[in-house]
């Protein structure tokens, strides 16, 4: 028997502790009987339940929120404290997301006691999220109180570079910078650039940058989004689709980027009550994505062959006649097409339809069926077999995706963002064949279908507008490029390096271009040239690899920290989000009066739309520049206009139908969006070309003024007219139509070891540049190992865990292997959203998210060795002891050169990989080196593609008028400049 | 005369004993209902083998996280659970426990929960406790027997059926208080035990059949529900032991109830052809809940005919398991011959 010495002594000591027997209930305890709990003294401990906010949200499934009556004080239990109760009294402020651009709503919960920001959940009443978010969103609590974050303006104390801050004043700051954008203005209109990487607001920096009478916006544009855009804009003048996914009978995505990255939550969730309704998923990825392990049919497509299995999908719709006659009729420019088809149709058949129906036209006008005659004959070459030998896969799998495309009717629902479009040379052609599909179907505008993103995102009006300039910055849109969208940003320090001019002051915003950009070394050596960058300022809410090669790094806010409106194409609908810094908000509902964002944001941490109020202000004080006056309050003639001012003057004046909803509520309209964070504008805006247009608007389609399209002929493009003017009028340009990419099998050979290098792929959970302030973000992913086939990596004899180098055209780097088939044969795949890397500890990005790097950019054999890579570290949030990774991923952009599109000018990720193979003694992960001479190299063999304005332009333009810019300058200022030494 | 409820409370004796244990079950009872709340800590720490689960201020409330943890998600301390063919409460079993706690005087009061919580079954010892020492001190020998009686039923016809492996289960799961906890109730169950006359020489059989797994009817569905449920399996798999598997073995097994887990983890341990893996994995646990029964019925004599029941239910999962990596292995062999259909 055992010896129970220590439960007798248990027994004896509890007896012995005295006290009456203790009352036990009838029997079972159950749950809780009493509460000894304490509970703070400000909760309210004996409240009773509130009813929740029931919302039944669209998939089904059920969800509860505090209801927003309640949202002024509310009480819950501190979910931190858990198993106990602990009761806390919040105030709820409603904000928007501001991690990527579908600014979902986001509602913090603020201590009413200390102010702290506890938590941020989903916003109900938001109309793009309703309610719910992705892993980013939450996570800003963890960027609020991250540990490592920029509490201060910070100036450069040494060398640029050298990573030596002194601490500034805010006014200081301003007015230095200031006085330096002054000094610039004077001189010239082109000297300022205002560089965003994450816009996340829709339009204050527009405007400011604009009343600074400069040619100043650059975006991060075309490392993104310019091949997609381009393709979306030449067909219907609109740069981005809007797809109605919840109501579509198949959505057909190419790549997963959009839902594992850019809208991910928004467009997730309506692709899932999609599919529950019975909608078939079709994906076109060759890396086994989260949203491919989702499809009905995945096709694992090689990289560069998208088009061509887009245009079999079409071959299909034109072959069994499911296309839709009417709509193209109605809405194809398919006159202009037979009218010039005989300049560029090629191929027998083709050639002889363009005759005939030039014939047909010369006695009686054009015919419809020609055309439909003109398009079997062109697309019928694109079979099943054809794409699947292009694209190797299946042919069945090709029939099976063209059977989905084709019974979708006019409910098709389908995108590219990145991806396909981005990776490739002439990646905009898959945009074009993509949305042909749309066009073929009859699915523009449709319930279930694709519209466009100007129906579905509302465009506020401020106060006031100032006009648009009469500059044009060759750096940002030089003459090779005309039909870029946009500018030419990624090439800046190229360009620096040629010496085609300098900048003043630069402004980089939320932007990392050293780390984000290909050919990384090059921006530093730009950023380090005082004598091409004047003055670099950094506005951002973290360290990033950038900020470091500052001037002044001047801390911004987050997303509960700063306000700015947003509104995105989520869905069908209109609507508009209010983003708010919520500690300010909570202070002035308990009776406190905040002067400045600033003052109620943790250290100084600023919000930009009031420190571009306060800029202009120290850049023209006079008032003599002209920029003053469009910052100034319309009711205080000389002062500074307030956020208030602002923004409720917007809510009032130009927000259809919210002034009358907030009056129902017996609120101003400003108090209504301070209350919700968002309003639903319009809803179900399903084909808005129908619309009726006024005489002398719109086009004339049978016989009745419409809408249409905003294209120059007002109708989708299938030939594009102005590619065709503007040098590009074969037909591999001017129809939809597959071109080789730079990564086409033809040019990658397999026998020497080369293979094809896919970066451009994010994962859901991280936020470009600013993943590494964000610890649950990293927890959940934080490594970027190379996806590589078995097959592959049994020819180099790799396994998982093993060490690679992977050379590229201008370098190499090193980082391991993850063998999996969930990649093609041939292709090795790396995330480029990792990688993070600091020059010293204890300054820069935490020690847990990034290596410690030594680099030299100066020599012509450019070097990051990696001393340690990321591990626990001090600090007062004790989770930063905890970091138990040590990888935190390879920056592998630094090796990439740069490859602008001659059309889009959008970068071509997609590398050619010259050799994947085992690591060479010595090489430890993350090690990079570049050959300098050869990135130069590769931009001017690209630079060589281009066609420019100078040779090509058709009427002595830079530009067609027509295309969007971020910024368009005055018509007056698209005139080609006079060639040097020409009289002007 | 013996001192009544705090008087004299150090002393010796029959009745102090009994007064001891009715306050020590109270207090595990608390404990077992609703975790290491503050007002027990003091108490707590007074047993060995709960201060160490509970020393300092920040282990106390892993303590409480940890009891949430396993005894709602991992292994649940309800009778049903572990003596019911289907693994619920409120089966055949669930009557005759009720009419015993009305027969003690310590009818379940909180409506729902039902008589078969530990919690419950500790209330009532801890009543009989309170009662034995009462009749004790009033010289009513035979009130004492009867409640003697009625407390050896409860721990011979109940408790200690499947106490033991509750115990052995949440130590399993590796949260320190969970396994302190359950380890001071057995402890003080063989305690109890011990007073109450001679050892039982057997137990029960437990309830339920076999499955077939040659059984065209049985699929993975089949399988996964009978290995989820304690008395037909001779463990009861807790989700760590699904995550450990999982682990091992290198498959994912989802979300879902512990039976769905189990179904995807031999789903996608099949689809992914890491079947044998899995069932490795399974087995392995099998024969270390098999060992760690043998262990324990070594070192405590008493428990030895409650256990016996276990140790033959886990003999037979072992056997299931077998049997199936066997198909498994052969359908491989089979595909990779080219001779599968």
């Known amino acids: ?984 | 005369m013996e001192a009544r409820t705090g008087e004299g409370a150090g002393a010796a004796g029959p009745a102090a004993e009994a007064e001891a244990r009715s306050r020590a079950w109270a207090l595990l009872a608390d404990l077992a209902s609703r975790g290491p709340v503050p007002a027990d800590l003091e108490a707590a720490r007074l047993s060995p083998l709960l201060e160490e689960a509970l020393r300092g201020e920040e282990a106390a409330a892993a303590a409480a996280a940890d009891h949430e943890r396993v005894f709602g998600l991992e292994v649940f301390p309800v009778e049903g659970f572990f003596l019911d063919a289907e693994g619920r409460a409120g089966g055949a079993g669930a009557a005759p426990l009720e009419d015993l706690l009305r027969r003690t005087g310590a009818a379940p009061a909180a409506p729902g929960d039902g008589p078969e919580p530990l919690a419950t079954a500790l209330a009532a010892l801890a009543h009989l406790s309170g009662a034995e020492a009462d009749a004790l001190l009033d010289g009513l020998p035979a009130e004492a027997g009867r409640v003697r009686a009625l407390a050896r039923e409860l721990l011979d016809d109940h408790l200690l059926r499947w106490l033991p492996v509750l115990a052995l289960t949440a130590r399993r799961c590796g949260a320190p208080f969970p396994a302190a906890l359950a380890a001071q109730v057995e402890e003080l169950a063989l305690l109890h035990r011990e007073t109450l006359g001679p050892p039982a020489a057997a137990a029960p059989p437990l309830p339920g059949g076999d499955l077939d797994p040659s059984d065209p009817e049985t699929g993975l569905r089949e399988i996964a529900l009978h290995l989820c449920r304690p008395a037909l399996a001779g463990i009861a798999l807790a989700r760590s032991d699904l995550a450990r598997i999982s682990r091992d073995a290198g498959v994912p097994r989802g979300f879902g109830d512990r039976a769905t887990e189990t179904e995807n983890l031999l789903l996608s341990a099949a689809s992914l052809e890491r079947l044998g893996e899995a069932l490795g994995a399974l087995e392995a646990l099998l024969r270390g809940a098999a060992a760690d029964l043998d262990a324990r019925a070594a070192a405590e004599p008493a428990l030895a005919p409650f256990l016996r029941p276990w140790r033959e239910r886990a003999d037979r999962s072992i056997r299931l398991v077998l049997a199936l990596r066997e198909g498994a292995a052969a359908a491989g062999a089979a595909a990779a011959d080219g001779s599968a259909p």
């Open chain 1, 1 to 984: 028997m055992a010896d129970r010495t220590s439960t007798r002594g248990f027994l004896a000591r509890l007896l012995g502790a005295g006290g009456a027997r203790p009352i036990l209930p009838a029997a079972a305890p159950g749950r809780p009987q009493g509460d000894p709990l304490p509970l703070p003294e400000y909760a309210e401990s004996g409240a009773a339940p509130v009813p929740l906010t029931r919302v039944l949200q669209a998939d089904g499934r059920l969800s509860q929120y505090p209801p927003p009556d309640r949202w002024g004080d509310w009480v819950e239990y501190d979910g931190k404290a858990w198993p106990q109760r602990v009761a806390r009294r919040y105030t709820l402020v409603p904000t928007i997301c501001f991690n990527c651009e579908s600014a979902c709503g986001l509602l913090a919960y603020v201590d009413r006691e200390t102010l702290e920001v506890r938590k941020f959940e989903g916003n109900p009443a938001h109309p793009g999220s309703r309610g719910r978010n992705c892993a980013k969103g939450p996570a800003t609590h963890n960027q609020t109180y991250d540990p490592e974050r920029i509490l201060h303006p910070l100036k450069r104390a040494g060398a640029r570079g050298g990573g030596k801050w002194v601490r500034v004043s805010w006014e200081e700051a301003l007015r230095d910078i200031g006085g330096r954008m002054r000094e610039s203005r004077r001189r010239r209109r082109d000297g300022i650039v205002y560089h965003v990487g994450r816009p996340g607001e829709d339009h204050f920096a527009n405007r400011t940058v604009t009343a600074w009478g400069v040619d100043g916006h650059n975006s991060h544009t075309n490392i993104c989004s310019s091949s997609a855009r381009t393709g979306y804009v030449l067909w219907s003048g609109s740069d981005r689709p809007s797809p109605d996914y919840a109501h579509a009978r198949t959505t057909l995505l190419v790549s997963s980027h959009l839902e594992a990255g850019h809208y991910f939550n928004p467009h997730a969730q309506r692709i899932i009550e999609g599919k529950r309704d019975g909608a078939r998923l079709v994906v076109l990825d060759p890396r086994l994505s989260n949203t491919a392990s989702r499809a009905d049919v995945w096709l694992p497509t090689w990289p560069g062959s998208e088009t061509t299995v887009l245009l079999a999908f079409a071959n299909h719709l034109l072959e069994t006649g499911r296309y839709d006659r009417g709509f193209l009729r109605r809405w194809v420019n398919w006159e202009e097409t037979l009218a010039t088809a005989a300049e560029w149709a090629e191929g027998e058949e083709p050639r002889a339809v363009a005759a005939e129906a030039a014939r047909s036209a010369a006695e009686g006008g054009w015919r419809f069926e020609d055309f439909e005659r003109l398009l079997k004959a062109l697309y019928r070459p694109f079979t099943p077999e054809r794409a699947a030998a292009e694209a190797r896969v299946p042919a069945d799998r090709i029939r099976e995706a063209a059977e989905c495309v084709a019974a979708a009717g006019d409910r098709l629902s389908a995108h590219v963002w990145r991806a396909a479009a981005t990776g490739n040379l002439g990646g905009w052609q898959v945009a074009r064949a993509l949305f042909l599909l749309n066009v073929l179907t009859g699915s523009v505008g449709t319930r279930g279908g694709t519209s466009l993103h100007t129906w579905n995102k509302f465009v506020p009006v401020p106060f006031s507008s100032p006009p648009a300039g009469e500059a044009w910055n060759e750096l940002l849109m030089p003459l090779e490029w005309p039909l870029s969208m946009f500018e030419m940003s990624f090439l800046l320090p190229h360009f620096l390096e040629e010496g085609r001019g300098t900048l003043d002051v630069y402004f980089t915003r939320v932007y990392n271009p050293v780390w984000t950009n290909p050919d990384g070394f090059q921006w530093i050596r730009a950023l380090k040239d005082e004598s091409r960058i004047g003055l670099h300022v950094a506005l951002t809410p973290t360290w990033s690899e950038t900020a470091w090669f500052a001037d002044y790094v001047l801390p911004m806010g987050h997303g509960g920290e700063r306000h700015d409106l947003m509104s995105q194409e989520t869905h069908s609908g209109r609507w508009i989000g209010f983003r708010q810094p919520v500690r300010r908000v909570a202070m002035e509902r308990a009776g406190r009066r905040v002067a400045r964002t600033r003052d109620a944001n943790p250290g100084e941490v600023w919000e930009e739309s009031e420190f571009w109020v306060d800029l202009a202000f120290a850049m023209d004080p006079d008032g003599s520049l002209g920029v003053r006056r469009w910052f100034e309050s319309p009711a205080r003639p000389g002062e500074p206009i307030t956020m208030d001012e602002y923004f409720g003057h917007i809510f009032e004046k130009s927000v259809p139908g919210l002034p009358e909803a907030a009056a129902k509520e017996g609120l101003t309209p400003l108090a209504y969006m301070r209350k919700y964070g968002a309003f639903e504008v319009s809803k179900d805006d399903y084909s808005l070309h129908e619309r009726a247009a006024a005489p002398g608007k719109g086009i004339e389609v049978d016989g009745e003024r419409r809408a249409g399209f905003t294209t120059p002929s007002g109708r989708l493009e299938f030939m594009s007219p102005t590619l065709r003017a503007w040098g590009w009028g074969e037909q591999r340009h001017c129809i939809p139509w597959p071109l080789e990419s730079h990564v086409h099998p033809g040019r990658i050979d397999a026998a020497k070891g080369e293979m094809l290098l896919l970066p451009n792929f994010r994962l859901p959970t991280l936020i470009h540049t600013r993943s590494a302030n964000s610890k649950w973000l990293y927890e959940i992913s934080h490594r970027n190992p190379v996806w590589i086939h078995p097959s592959d990596a049994d020819r180099i004899g790799a396994r998982t865990g093993d060490l690679l180098r992977v050379t590229t055209e201008i370098g190499w780097f090193v980082d391991r292997a993850w063998v999996t088939e969930g990649i093609k044969p041939g292709i090795v795949a790396v995330s480029h959203h990792l990688g993070r890397w600091r020059l010293r500890d204890g300054d820069g990005i935490g020690a847990g998210m990034s290596s410690l790097v030594a680099l030299d950019a100066e020599a012509e054999r450019r070097t990051l060795d990696v001393l340690r890579g990321g591990g626990p570290w001090e600090s007062p949030d004790p989770d930063t002891s905890r970091i138990w990774w040590e990888d935190v991923g390879v920056h592998q952009n630094l090796t990439h050169g740069v490859h602008p599109d001659p059309v889009s000018g959008g970068h071509c990720w997609h590398q050619k990989a010259r050799n994947v193979e085992r690591a060479h003694p010595g090489d430890r992960l993350g090690d990079v080196r570049v050959d300098g001479r050869r990135s130069m190299e590769v931009y001017r063999e690209w630079l060589a593609l281009a066609r420019p304005a100078r040779a090509h332009s058709p009427d002595g333009t830079r530009r067609p008028h027509w295309l969007p810019r971020p910024l368009k300058p005055a018509a007056s200022a698209y005139r080609l400049p006079p060639l040097p030494g020409s009289p002007s």
